[in-house]
């Protein structure tokens, strides 16, 4: 019978591979893992089984080899300079508690006939229009598919592009999973924020724009 510190090391190592890169109050939050302090002893368990690399002066943690083995994963996770979005997204996952579907990088496709200048369709044929649209991540809710985007770096000519796309996959999402729509965007200024809104007004896209000042939740120490 594996035994209950054996099991926690798994499932911790589990929330990590799940979230790509998590900092101890990540862990701490979602395992409630109590005082700052006995999350970083707890934590300590952990180390012949991960990477530790620092950002903004917080520990991050990703799985090494032998992590990946122990809990049967094959997602290789390296640094990179896409360390601050996976962590903002992490702070998305706990806005939303922690949802039980939540899936990263998540692509939406849409495919329409091909039509001819003359108004014809060609039904049958492998010709079509596709257009897709890949969510930072998804997860479903109460009758809802809830759509993430989480923007800290992206120019704003892109994000309005993005927005644009949203618009020609959400009736797929309808259709295809039975599911409505919601778009969720996180973003780093008010400014930001404003254009966001504006944009999923313009198109009547469902859903709702946070900074991540305001979603925040800082642990107590």
């Not at 395992?31 to 903004?56: M, V």
């Not at 919601?182 to 009547?204: C, I, P």
Request: charge should be positive.
């Amino acid at each position: 019978m594996i035994s209950f510190t054996q099991q926690r090391i798994e499932n911790l190592l589990t929330t990590i591979d799940r979230l790509s890169m998590a900092k101890i109050r990540h862990l701490q939050q979602i395992h409630d893992l109590k005082s700052y302090r006995n999350a970083c002893r707890i934590i300590k368990q952990l180390e012949p089984y991960i990477h530790e690399t620092y950002f903004e002066r917080e520990k991050v943690m990703y799985l090494n080899k032998e992590g990946r083995e122990l809990i049967g994963s094959n997602k290789e996770v390296k640094k990179n300079m896409l360390i601050e979005h996976t962590l903002l997204c992490n702070e998305a996952y706990l806005y939303f508690n922690c949802p039980l579907d939540w899936k990263k990088e998540y692509i939406i496709e849409t495919r329409e006939p091909v039509t001819s200048s003359f108004g014809i369709q060609f039904k049958g044929l492998a010709l079509s229009n596709k257009k897709k649209v890949i969510s930072d991540a998804t997860f479903s809710r109460n009758g809802y598919l809830h759509l993430i985007e989480v923007d800290n770096i992206r120019g704003m000519a892109d994000n309005k592009s993005k927005i644009e796309a949203y618009v020609d996959v959400f009736p797929e999402v309808k259709s295809r999973f039975g599911l409505i729509p919601a778009l969720y965007v996180f973003t780093s200024t008010e400014d930001r924020k404003g254009k966001f809104e504006g944009w999923m007004k313009q198109h009547n896209l469902r859903g709702e724009v946070k900074t991540f000042n305001e979603i925040k939740k800082w642990s107590i120490i």
